[in-house]
């Protein structure tokens, strides 16, 4: 059963702490989606890629965000340094072809006090 | 204005009921329009999606897009309790590398048994 994973899956830290989230995309999958979701904004692309080239990151913080793909197996977003107010569940999606269809990850609660 | 708007309910309805959702957009170059389903504290999942305007039904979900009035809806009949979700409208255009979806906030239904 393939699927999204995502780790941590919870992550509580103090303000001013570097957060590393990572996704394993579904294997053969070439485009790589970061979402954020909160109650007051709902879910916002923070940033995609396609075949590992970033294609857009006009959705993320650009001063204490960063995106990356080491390799088709990983995705990473890094928060540095976090802030109370990136409180809010990350997901990573994943899809091949036109993108109408992402396959969500679990996500990644994280709560930045 | 948001590009995607979507009424955040809660919508409660009894077991059995016609449930109609809704979401209006601003943006005429969108021409994919999709219908996710997140459960509590789960990633969202594909329902379905159409292109452009018409009808497209999938067992008890019916979805329907007017283009003309910048309007989709989904309709579930015969609602189960295991439909019992928040469901995301969610959107994009046209052209060949354009995977950006443009999500409304979701809105939170209840099936009652």
């Known amino acids: 059963d393939a699927r999204v994973t995502q780790t941590p899956r919870h992550k509580v830290t103090e303000m001013g702490q570097e957060v590393t989230m990572r996704c394993q995309p579904i294997?053969?999958?070439?485009?790589v989606f970061w979402y954020r979701q909160t109650m007051m904004q709902g879910l916002e692309l923070l940033a995609y890629?396609?075949?590992?080239?970033?294609?857009?990151d006009s959705g993320m913080p650009k001063d204490r965000f960063s995106a990356e793909m080491p390799d088709a197996t990983l995705a990473t977003l890094k928060i540095q340094p976090s802030e109370p107010r990136d409180s809010a569940v990350y997901f990573c999606?994943?899809?091949f072809g036109s993108g109408n269809e992402q396959f969500f990850g679990p996500g990644t609660r994280l709560t930045v006090l | 204005q948001k590009e995607v708007e979507q009424d955040p309910g809660p919508l409660s309805v009894p077991e059995g009921a016609i449930v109609s959702l809704n979401c209006t957009y601003s943006?005429?170059?969108?021409?994919?329009f999709m219908w996710y389903r997140q459960y509590s504290r789960k990633g969202p999942e594909l329902l379905m999606y159409?292109?452009?305007?018409g009808n497209k039904e999938d067992g008890r979900f019916t979805a329907q897009v007017d283009k003309s009035s910048k309007y989709i809806s989904l309709f579930i009949r015969d609602s189960q309790p295991s439909d019992s979700a928040t469901y995301l409208c969610?959107?994009?255009?046209?052209?060949?590398?354009?995977?950006?979806?443009?999500f409304g906030k979701g809105t939170l239904l209840t099936v009652n048994p």
């Open positions: 943006n005429s170059a969108f021409q994919y």
């Open positions: 969610a959107m994009r255009g046209g052209g060949g590398s354009n995977y950006k979806l443009t």
């Open positions: 294997l053969g999958h070439n485009t």
């Open positions: 999606a994943s899809g």
């Open positions: 890629f396609r075949n590992r080239a970033p294609l857009d």
């Open positions: 159409t292109y452009s305007s």
